[in-house]
Every structure is written in structure tokens, then in C-alpha cells.
């Protein structure tokens, strides 16, 4: 059983920066693969990125690269977004998601944790 809690979420400027935190507790964190997705009002859950148990590979959606990374700290059980240069388009409810494997899945089907979300609002 994994349990993740995100933080970090409000309300910035656009061209602004946030971190997102997620923190996972749970024997087996550290040993899985860490999505992040983002549903926006009205549509459904997208994949923003990924980071494998180890951290050594991360994948963005095409869209967001350049903008966004991900990082993970296994000694505290730790997965961080740093999101910058954000658009009023990036404003959704953004979920930290876990899963066994080595691989990372762009699809929300396939992992097995979810947080409860945190809400990420870009607006002057």
C-alpha cells in the first residue's frame, strides 16, 4: 500500500514558477515509478510526466518539456515538479500517481495510487 499526499499547489502570475511535492509513504515508494498528471475542468486526466523508481529516466509530455522536470529524493520519500514560465493554460488539479515497475506509463489506467490532488491556478 502506497498513500501520496501532494502539496505545494496556488494561485501564480503567469510566467511564474511553482514546485509541486508529493509524498509518498509506504514500504515500497521508493521502489516505484511516479507519474504526473493534471485534469483540467471539464476534461479528463492528462499525463504531464514521469520519473522511474531510480529517477534516472524521466518523460514529459512533448508540450511541457523544456518547462517542467521532475526529481525524485528517495531518502524522503519525496517526488518534486518544478513547473516554470506557467500559462494560464497550465491551471488544472494536478495528481501525483504511483506504480510498480520499471516502466512509465502515460496513461492514468495504469498506475495504482493516486493523491488527492492539488490545485494549480496561473492568472494575473
Known amino acids: 500500500q502506497v498513500q501520496l499526499v501532494e502539496s505545494g499547489g496556488g494561485l501564480v502570475q503567469p510566467g511564474g514558477s511553482l514546485r509541486l511535492s508529493c509524498a509518498g509513504s509506504g514500504r515500497t515508494f521508493s521502489n516505484s515509478v511516479v507519474g504526473w498528471f493534471r485534469q483540467k475542468p471539464g476534461k479528463d486526466r492528462e499525463f504531464v510526466g514521469g520519473?522511474?523508481?531510480?529517477?534516472?529516466?524521466?518523460y514529459y509530455q512533448d508540450s511541457l518539456k523544456g518547462r517542467f522536470t521532475i526529481s525524485r529524493d528517495n531518502a524522503k520519500n519525496t517526488v518534486t515538479l518544478q513547473m516554470n514560465s506557467l500559462r494560464p493554460e497550465d491551471t488544472a488539479i494536478y495528481f501525483c500517481a504511483s506504480k510498480a515497475g520499471e516502466l512509465v506509463y502515460m496513461e492514468a489506467l495504469g498506475y495504482d495510487y493516486w493523491g488527492q490532488g492539488t490545485q494549480v491556478t496561473v492568472s494575473s
Open positions: 520519473i522511474s523508481w531510480s529517477g534516472g529516466r524521466t
